[in-house]
């Protein structure tokens, strides 16, 4: 038994968790513990960066899930938010999926509930229901089709003009795709991110003009960065120097830009990636405020706790994981998706 085993053994309440701290040994020991258990790690972009660095992958919620489904491990350690964990076990509802902190859910998520949404499909009983990946289960299985910011566009344009359509639960996103594609029987629900408050349109204008030569990356899969999608559009940043980018167009952009320096307009555990991928490059967040809460809910000593006890495990009923895959399949059919938020 090692002496982080020592400090876990018999503790399932997290009590000990904020007291670790990510040492070279702490690394070596989340490694052999994956091992032994047969788990692959997989971390979201928006992580801690220890947490990303010791990471098997480092992606986005739709790539991380495709991975989940296809790595040859049993069990995925999903260190993300909820909604994504959920995710990745409806794709692969033959795996343990564990979360390393249950109670890292998602603000945007969290804005509608199943039973919203079934009182909303109440009032437009012919209406088709257009989700975006940050969702519930419950809500992905009571969906026609998901979408990502990549392909919202595409989702609403495959739908007959005359059929209404209720898009949820972002309304930065809906207000994009309704001014694109011009259709006025389109709903938003008013669901928004915490993270993205401190996106505005003064505040990317103001940094328009005190960063002259700077271009603009804005990942829109994301919550915290559809406000940004939205004000680029609207014209509060010189249009030739933004790039609305995946995260992995993200990362061969800023190998391939020649800026010096590139404001990023999402959350800020995204520029740990950046950095690493072109570290010439003077990468600036947009507001240094954008941070997750819930994304940063996933430490070093959760991921120990983890490990070490096989938590927290991350189920979807077979019937909620059947119907929300209906609606997931589709997403991933129509135009380029991307890689979810
Ligand atoms: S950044 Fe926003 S949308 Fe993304 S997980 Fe956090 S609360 Fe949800």
Not at 33 to 59: C, F, M, S, W
Not at 196 to 205: K, P
Not at 236 to 258: C, N, Y
Request: hydrophobic share 40%; with cysteine; glycine share 6%.
């Amino acid at each position: 038994m090692t002496v982080l085993d020592r400090t876990f053994a018999g503790d399932h309440s997290g009590s000990l968790a904020d007291d670790v701290v990510p040492t070279e040994e702490w690394a070596a020991e989340i490694r052999r513990l994956a091992r032994q258990r047969g788990a692959t790690v997989l971390a979201h972009n928006y992580q801690l960066p220890e947490i990303q660095d010791v990471a098997d992958h480092v992606g986005d919620s739709l790539a991380l899930s495709r991975i989940a489904a296809e790595a040859p491990e049993d069990t995925i350690v999903f260190c993300g938010v909820h909604f994504m964990a959920e995710t990745a076990k409806i794709l692969s509802p033959q795996k343990t999926v564990l979360i390393p902190d249950q109670r890292a859910g998602c603000s945007l998520a969290d804005s509608i509930t199943a039973d919203d949404l079934r009182e909303w499909k109440a009032e437009h009983p012919d209406a088709v229901v257009v989700s975006y990946v940050n969702t519930t289960a419950a809500v992905k299985a009571l969906t026609d089709i998901c979408c990502t910011s990549s392909n919202a566009v595409e989702v609403v344009a495959s739908i007959p003009e005359d059929r209404e359509v209720l898009f949820l639960p972002d309304q930065f996103l809906g207000a994009h795709v309704r001014r694109v594609t011009g259709r006025t029987n389109l709903h938003v629900w008013a669901g928004e991110c915490h993270v993205h408050a401190g996106i505005n349109g003064d505040e990317l204008a103001e940094q328009a003009r005190t960063h002259p030569d700077a271009e603009l990356f804005v990942h829109p899969e994301c919550g915290c960065a559809t406000s940004a999608l939205y004000l680029a559009g609207e014209g509060s940043f010189p249009a030739d120097r933004v790039k609305i980018l995946s995260t992995g167009g993200m990362l061969d952009a800023a190998r391939e830009s020649k800026a010096r320096q590139v404001l990023v307009a999402t959350e800020v555990g995204m520029l740990h990636q950046l950095r690493r991928a072109a570290p010439e490059i003077d990468f600036q967040a947009v507001n240094d405020r954008a941070s997750c809460k819930y994304m940063k809910m996933i430490t070093a000593g959760a991921l120990l706790r983890s490990l070490t006890h096989g938590t927290d495990v991350v189920d979807v009923d077979p019937e909620t994981a059947r119907l929300a895959r209906r609606s997931v399949q589709r997403m991933i059919e129509i135009g380029q998706p991307g890689g979810g938020e």
